[in-house]
């Protein structure tokens, strides 16, 4: 196992990145102002060009270019990206995400109260 203040790498730095986004998703506003959609859109279209990971980047932006950010709302916010790593997993071979989840995932924790 490697020490927690080694550089990270992909993977540590993709669960840190995927972390901070369906997080500021989940407290997105229900309604933003011109202002918060237009830093939101700002934050989205910088990834393609500054994510330290260069075919990450470039097949993020690929995909971006596709599908055009839904910076309407906390919902339409959270579900795009859901369904934006669900891209990338599909590419990895990993698992998809239910995105109906997401909120329980990244906002309220289990009914069963077991993150509380
Ligand atoms: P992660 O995929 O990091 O997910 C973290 C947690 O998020 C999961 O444990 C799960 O609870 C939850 N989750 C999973 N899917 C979803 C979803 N759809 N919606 C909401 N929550 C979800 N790696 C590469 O090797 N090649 C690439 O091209 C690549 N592109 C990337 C592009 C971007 C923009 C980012 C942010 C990361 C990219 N990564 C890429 C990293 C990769 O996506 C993973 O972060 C990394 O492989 C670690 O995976 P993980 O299995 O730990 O879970």
Redesign the pocket.
């Known amino acids: 196992n490697k020490r927690a203040d080694c550089p990270p790498d992909?993977?540590?730095?993709?669960?840190a990145?995927?972390?901070f986004?369906?997080t500021t998703a989940a407290y997105y506003p229900e309604r933003p102002t011109p202002s918060q959609r237009a830093n939101m859109l700002t934050l989205l279209r910088s990834?393609p060009v500054l994510?330290p990971?260069t075919?990450?980047?470039d097949?993020?932006g690929e995909d971006v270019k596709l599908n055009a950010p839904n910076v309407s709302g906390r919902a339409g916010l959270s579900r795009w990206?859901?369904?934006?790593?669900?891209e990338?997993?599909k590419?990895?071979g990993?698992?998809?995400?239910d995105?109906a989840?997401?909120d329980e995932?990244?906002k309220d924790g289990p009914a069963d109260g077991s993150c509380d």
């Open positions: 992909s993977e540590e730095l993709g669960r990145t995927w972390t986004l369906h990834l994510y990971c075919h990450c980047a097949d993020f990206l859901c369904e934006r790593h669900n990338v997993n590419k990895l990993k698992e998809q995400f995105c989840k997401t995932r990244w």
